[in-house]
């Protein structure tokens, strides 16, 4: 079976803002790093007029991660949280640095933090779902999911999580059954396609080809599920 835990780390990292620090061509690199200077620049100058502000600070920390410079953004976020202790956006920056700087176990920790003041988020339990998959630890994982689905009871992430959680624990037969349960509420639901795919794949039935196909339908741009 593949193993998806690099993926979900990759997914759960790579966000878009992060993700624009990659940009290619030499012209419009040299745009974007003058376009970036000067949002720094701005952000000194905001910050310096109005130093009690943590919210400008989670601003720049989310600058100095496009930048990969993650010990600059982790200073300016833990500023943030000095600053204001319950500002749930400087802790899901800071669970974020965690991750990209290759430490799950801190990022659950940040995470933990929020849901000191903010119980009941269905995004952060799923956000927890998601990391202790990484560092597999598939008891909390199957924890986090349910406290998901106590909030949110048609969160097909979730059902494709606990699926991924029961496949690891050897226990194919659920593991069906939550990813077939995303697929229902989430007709798009490219991963839970995919693994019900592999899963059928593997015990030589016809029917994987049918979820390939129904993956690509998905996700038109994945070789993956094209060539499977």
């Given at each position: 079976m593949r193993n998806f835990f690099l993926l979900i780390l990759l997914a759960i990292a790579l966000s878009p803002a992060f993700l624009a620090c990659n940009q290619s061509g030499s012209a419009d690199k040299q745009a974007a790093n003058d376009s970036i200077s000067e949002e720094l620049a701005a952000l000194n100058t905001a910050i310096s007029n109005d130093p009690g502000n943590a919210e400008l600070y989670t601003q720049r920390s989310e600058y100095y991660v496009r930048r990969e410079l993650f010990n600059n953004a982790l200073s300016d976020i833990n500023k943030a949280i000095e600053l204001?202790?319950?500002?749930?956006?400087?802790?899901?920056?800071?669970?974020?640095?965690?991750?990209?700087?290759?430490?799950?176990?801190?990022?659950?920790?940040?995470?933990?933090?929020?849901?000191?003041?903010?119980?009941?988020?269905?995004?952060?339990?799923?956000?927890?779902?998601?990391?202790?998959?990484v560092i597999k630890d598939y008891e909390n994982c199957a924890i986090s999911v349910e406290k998901t689905l106590e909030i949110d009871p048609e969160r097909a992430d979730a059902y494709f999580l606990k699926g991924m959680a029961l496949m690891e624990n050897d226990k194919m037969d659920f593991a069906i059954q939550s990813f077939q349960r995303a697929v229902t509420i989430d007709q798009a639901h490219f991963d839970a396609r995919m693994q019900l795919g592999y899963i059928w794949e593997s015990r030589y039935q016809k029917m994987s080809i049918e979820y390939f196909k129904s993956a690509v339908k998905a996700n038109p741009r994945s070789t993956e599920a094209l060539y499977n």
């Open positions: 204001d202790p319950k500002l749930v956006k400087a802790y899901t920056g800071l669970s974020g640095i965690y991750l990209l700087m290759g430490k799950p176990q801190e990022s659950l920790d940040a995470l933990n933090q929020v849901l000191k003041f903010d119980d009941y988020n269905a995004d952060f339990y799923l956000k927890k779902a998601k990391l202790y998959l």
